[in-house]
């Protein structure tokens, strides 16, 4: 790992929805969360994994996901990503930091957020 950044957590799932409101209510019920909102997750492991393409893991085959990966140092990850040729898909610097977003070799959605120092602003 040439560039010294790493991945320090999962930012957050984002995935598309015919009916938002429906999957909202649904989250809520049976996951007590609120889409959209902050989840505080206490410290501990997380997993990135490739899957075989045929699996049914994921249910259908279609793309519906979008992998948002916590990390510390965005700049020096982009750089490196540009200079293997990914897609980019676009780059925003906010109040709830910075995001890179761009497409594996096999057409997935991924974000990389560096989140601000300090605090998150409130929701």
Do not use: C
């Not at 009916?19 to 609120?34: E, G, L, M």
């Not at 990135?48 to 979008?66: D, I, L, Q, W």
């Amino acid at each position: 790992m040439a560039h010294g950044s790493k991945i320090d957590g999962i930012g957050g799932v984002f995935f598309k929805s015919t009916d938002p409101d429906k999957q909202a209510a649904f989250y809520k019920k049976h996951f007590d969360i609120s889409l959209g909102s902050w989840l505080h997750q206490n410290a501990g492991p997380s997993v990135v994994a490739a899957f075989k393409s045929e699996t049914s893991y994921f249910g259908p085959a279609e793309n519906r996901f979008m992998i948002n990966l916590r990390v510390t140092d965005i700049d020096a990850l982009m750089a490196s990503l540009k200079a293997d040729g990914v897609t980019e898909l676009g780059y925003d610097d906010e109040e709830y930091g910075r995001f890179f977003r761009f497409l594996d070799p096999e057409g997935n959605a991924i974000e990389l957020w560096q989140p601000p120092e300090g605090d998150l602003p409130e929701e």
